[in-house]
């Protein structure tokens, strides 16, 4: 195994969705962080996935919400969304978002 140096780089960022960027920063089997870029007025569809997901915003405005409740989040917020919940993300603002999955994604990395 070797120590992999990952940059926040727009050019390399996926479109899943209209509104929404994506860049797999690093991964191993058991954790993933994933950047996210979301511009204002986007509404990400409700979902859920097994895996837990600890949320970062690292500026703007976020709104999630789940059957566990409403959460509004700021520049320098966190919060867990624990495994198997459904959940719907909209940004209030452009927004940017460290997030950490466990285990990690399948679906979202990278493939050979």
Do not use: C
Not at 65 to 83: M, N, R
């Amino acid at each position: 195994m070797t120590i992999e140096l990952s940059h926040p780089n727009d050019a390399i960022m996926t479109d899943p969705e209209p509104g929404l960027r994506r860049q797999v920063m690093s991964f191993t089997p058991g954790m993933m962080l994933v950047r996210h870029k979301m511009v204002k007025g986007w509404v990400g569809a409700k979902h859920q996935h097994p895996h837990e997901q600890m949320v970062y915003v690292v500026s703007g405005r976020i709104i999630l919400e789940s059957p566990l409740g409403k959460v509004e989040a700021a520049t320098g917020d966190s919060f867990i969304v624990p495994g198997n919940t459904d959940h719907q993300a909209h940004a209030l603002e452009d927004s940017e978002v460290l997030d950490v999955f466990t285990p990690y994604r399948e679906d979202y990395a990278p493939k050979p």
